[in-house]
């Protein structure tokens, strides 16, 4: 199969692609169709090394240009993105198997958002002047050096750029592993980034499975640490990132609870539930999968849930009348479907969906189960697929008890139209990122992130220059120094 802007080599390295086949064999699959559409190779010791000397020797001159220098490059990427959006979402969806329906306005667009906000943000990021009588403290803001940026599958082009834009803009370098399971589209953010006038070395992208990211988690020239990943996989970057008490972002699961009470406007909550649940086949970290629905609507809601998801249009991703596509891999249905019968054995009622489709790739209907309990395994682990638990409540205290019950703490939402009902709950989420009245949008301008077992660190908005960048502390006397001996 073909299909345009096409990496030409597994790596980007030093400004350039660059191929090393003695590296263990990656098929790239269309998870639409199970074609193997590319094969990368994993990176070597000797590319691990060649990236991160790279981008160490770029990081020096880039840290000392004016923050407006540097902005201007990544703005001028963010154009470039926008220029080639159909292209690039072409790609993304045969990385990922997403449909073009959202491709084309969730992620060379993101990463667009994440370059231009960062971008306009470069020439304004200061210290501050902290005047003690006669004698100063400045404080001057400085980049971390290099950093290591490892991503998840499911937003290849987004995270790449979530991580490198702010990363960049703070004057660092970085080397990105991408998935090796979505590790195509990475390598245009690295190539568009270096068209836009990036000097070489500064954005490097090399790929491989967990152990070329435990390579780089390891070495001591890297200064900082950017997972977005599993709570698993978090463990064990932040215990080996901790070795060399090295700077980390962690991006991790969740199992994010949406309550929907009986004041609430039923079809925006049931809208923002398939948001919540069914985007990206429901592979979003952020999905609120539990949703907490009061007993006085409960019927009401299962009903238009159930109608507005059987009219979801499944097919060809590439096809732009379609909506919902495949899951990313094999392997990752075939998790999907043990959690769907583990639903079925543990009692919940099947609402629709709950098997795989009939047809070629990795496909599986939306699915919605209700009268879930707490302690069911749909209900508490994260199945990273399109399956939505449905809860019931009755009490407010309860539900938002309940809603806390997990060792997650992505996202939340509520669904109400009592104002003070609405940041009353709010403000007793035990989580990140927060919703009233709608679900699961990130725009670059806000923070995003976790708490509890999901993560540290934000990504977005101001806050993600806080990790990216130190301070340093120059205190100044006027005066004579006065010792005691
Ligand atoms: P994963 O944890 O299996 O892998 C994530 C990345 O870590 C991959 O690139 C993988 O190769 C790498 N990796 C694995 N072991 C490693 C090790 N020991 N050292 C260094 N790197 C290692 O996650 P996944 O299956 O690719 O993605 C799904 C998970 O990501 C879900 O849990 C989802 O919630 C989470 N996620 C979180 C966010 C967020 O922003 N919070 C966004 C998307 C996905």
Known sequence: MTYPTQPTASHFIDGQYVEDRSGTPIPVVYPATGEVIATVYAATPAIIDRALTAAGRAQKAWGQMTGTQRGRILRRAADILRDRNHDLSVLETMDTGKPLQETLVADATSAAD?????????????????????????????????????GAWNYPTQIAAWKG??????????????????PLCALKVAEILHEAGLPAGLYNVIQGMGEVGAALVTDPRVDKVSLTGSVPTGRKVYA??????????????????????????????????????????????SNGTRVFVQKGIKEAFLKRLKERVETAILGDPLDEATNFG????????????????????????LVTGGTRVDRAGYFLAPTVFADVTDDMSIAREEIFGPVMSVLDFTDEADAI??????????????????????????????????????????????????????????????AAIEHYSQLKSVYVAMGKVEAPY
């Open 165 to 182: 834009a702010p990363a960049l803009a703070c004057g660092n370098a970085m080397v990105f592993k991408p998935s090796e399971t979505t």
């Open 240 to 285: 080996a990132a901790a070795a060399h008490i090295k700077h980390v972002t962690m991006e991790l699961g969740g199992k994010s609870p949406i309550l929907v009470f009986d004041d609430a406007d039923i079809e925006d909550a049931v809208g923002g539930a398939i948001l919540g649940n069914f985007y990206s086949s429901g592979q979003v970290c």
């Open 401 to 462: 008890a309940r809603a806390n019950d997990t060792d997650f703490g992505l996202a939340a939402g509520v669904f109400t139209r009592d104002l003070t009902r609405a940041h009353r709950v709010v403000a007793a989420f035990e989580a990140g990122t927060c919703y009233i009245n709608t679900y699961n949008l990130a725009p670059v301008e806000a923070p995003f992130g976790g708490s509890k077992m999901s993560g540290v660190g934000r990504e977005n908005s101001k």
């Open 326 to 349: 495949p899951m990313v891999s094999e392997r990752q249905m075939n998790i999907v479907l043990g959690y769907i019968e583990a639903g079925k054995a543990e009692g919940a009622r």
């Open 114 to 150: 994440a370059l231009e906000y960062f971008g306009g943000l470069a020439g304004s990021l200061t210290g501050e002047h902290i005047q003690l009588g006669a004698d100063f403290v400045y404080t001057k803001r400085e980049p971390l050096g290099v950093c290591v940026g490892i």
